[in-house]
């Protein structure tokens, strides 16, 4: 099945600074979500991007499909913005439907 | 915006005990979902069902499992005897199709005892 690989593992920011959150998969996508995971639990969608570029706000995120990667960029960060950022693919070899998970890359923002 | 909503958000059970876990996804989604996160790890796929049958399942997802869509708007999980290692946050997912988005609940926090 596909691979997915997040780095880093952890990351720790002053707030304001900017961070770039990187993801490789092992084979072809058709789909690719970025989610926060809160203090809570919850697991916040962030993008739904297989390919191209998105911006929200202080977030946007690039997939390169074709190298098979992608990449998550925080601008700004913000104390809020601390947790865990996991990258999921769901793609042919793996089964259309079924995401898997990346390990994540957990933030910690501090004042 | 609509939203899957998941109850409960804490359940507390005895080891040995069946357990059963409700979801309502967005209602014109059509494939449905169940992941776990054990703590402090990955989050992994269970199962996903569409047009009321399992369309693929991990091997994770064992005879202790099922799921079922007992009517048109709700999607359950039920662990039959459940074990300690079964302790874990359970997220129900769902899409319009099987190329979409996964929109994903809150999740319902499961402490076997």
């Given at each position: 099945g596909i691979q997915v690989e997040q780095s880093p593992p952890d990351l720790i920011l002053q707030e304001g600074a900017n961070s770039t959150l990187r993801c490789n998969?092992?084979?072809?996508?058709?789909?690719?979500?970025?989610?926060?995971?809160?203090?809570?639990?919850?697991?916040?969608?962030?993008?739904?991007?297989p390919s191209g570029t998105k911006q929200n706000g202080r977030l946007s995120a690039t997939t390169v499909a074709t190298e098979r990667y992608s990449l998550l960029y925080i601008?700004?960060?913000?104390?809020?913005?601390?947790?865990?950022?996991?990258?999921?693919?769901?793609g042919l070899s793996g089964g259309y439907n079924k995401l898997i998970f990346g390990a994540g890359t957990r933030l910690a923002v501090h004042p | 915006e609509p939203e899957v909503t998941q109850t409960p958000s804490h359940q507390v059970t005895?080891?040995?005990?069946?357990?059963?876990?409700?979801?309502?996804?967005?209602?014109?989604?059509?494939?449905?979902?169940?992941?776990?996160?054990?703590?402090?790890?990955?989050v992994e796929f269970l199962v996903s069902f569409?047009?009321?049958?399992?369309?693929?399942?991990?091997?994770?997802?064992?005879?202790?499992?099922?799921?079922?869509?007992?009517?048109?708007?709700?999607?359950?999980?039920?662990i039959r005897s459940t074990k300690l290692e079964d302790s874990a946050m359970y997220f129900c997912a769902s899409s319009v199709d099987r190329n979409q988005p996964q929109h994903f609940g809150d999740g319902t926090r499961l402490s076997i005892l």
């Open positions: 998969f092992s084979d072809s996508v058709n789909n690719l979500q970025w989610f926060h995971q809160n203090p809570w639990g919850q697991l916040i969608n962030l993008f739904y991007i601008s700004s960060s913000q104390t809020t913005d601390s947790g865990v950022y996991f990258c999921a693919v769901g | 005895q080891m040995g005990q069946e357990v059963i876990l409700r979801c309502v996804p967005i209602s014109n989604h059509l494939y449905f979902y169940w992941y776990r996160q054990i703590l402090g790890q990955k569409y047009n009321n049958e399992i369309s693929e399942k991990s091997e994770i997802f064992d005879d202790q499992f099922s799921v079922e869509r007992p009517d048109g708007s709700n999607f359950t999980l039920k």
